[in-house]
């Protein structure tokens, strides 16, 4: 039972466009969501997160929209870099020490 | 500041073997999580320690141990060995805990033949 849904496993998009990826969550009790990205052969990154108080946050091109009445968060990046291309994942906590993630999404930026 | 190692990069066991990875986290870091990455089911937690005292377990078979020493630094064992537990282990670390968020290391890339 997957708590945590990234539903696109890939998304390409061109050079200084916007890129969103999506995340649906089920457990009403996670109260806090981060996003992380991960280039192969490295551990993930932390990008930014957004606790439950909360339906916006952010931090320069990135940008995490939450919607709790949907169980819906997504990161948006604008403008998109060709160095922004990596598997994003989305993750969510309810402060019980862990974070459940989701399965990831490959985005490329085409040049 | 340094951040979160893990030793070895890589590892090749055989079937029934076991092994032992070890993670340092980042100073002053005292929760320490792992996670088990693969193709298929994607980053699955396993563990929490927190000040030398498993706080949280994820639902893996009771071959995957671990533990943490008063220095933070955290060493994960894997007893008998499968071929399903090849996989990218990774080691985080972060102040308090998940809502702190957390720094990984680049992981151990575990192949069992």
């Known amino acids: 039972d997957q708590q945590v849904k990234q539903n696109s496993p890939s998304l390409s998009v061109q050079e200084g466009r916007i890129s969103i990826l999506n995340c649906d969550y089920t457990?009403?009790?996670?109260?806090?969501f981060l996003w992380y990205k991960k280039y192969p052969a490295e551990g993930p990154t932390f990008l930014i997160s957004i606790s439950s108080i909360k339906d916006k946050n952010e931090d320069g091109r990135f940008t995490v929209f939450l919607n709790k009445s949907a169980k819906h968060l997504s990161l948006h990046i604008v403008p998109s870099q060709p160095g922004d291309s990596a598997v994003y994942f989305c993750a969510a906590t309810g402060g019980g020490g862990n974070l459940i993630f989701g399965k990831g999404t490959k985005l490329s930026v085409k040049p | 500041k340094a951040g979160v190692t893990q030793t070895p990069r890589y590892l090749i066991k055989t079937r029934g073997q076991q092994v032992t990875l070890s993670c340092s986290p980042i100073?002053?870091?005292?929760?320490v999580s792992w996670y088990q990455q693969t193709p298929g089911q994607g980053l699955q937690f396993l563990f929490e320690y927190f000040s030398e005292t498993q706080r949280n377990k994820g639902n893996f078979p009771g071959r995957f141990s671990g533990r943490q020493f008063s220095n933070s630094r955290s060493e994960m064992n894997v007893s008998t060995l499968e071929l399903g537990d090849s996989a990218l282990y990774l080691c985080?670390?972060?102040?308090?805990?998940?809502?702190?968020?957390?720094?990984f290391g680049s992981g151990t890339r575990l192949t069992v033949v």
């Open positions: 457990n009403s009790m996670f109260d806090y």
């Open positions: 985080a670390s972060s102040l308090q805990g998940a809502d702190y968020g957390y720094t």
């Open positions: 100073s002053g870091h005292r929760s």
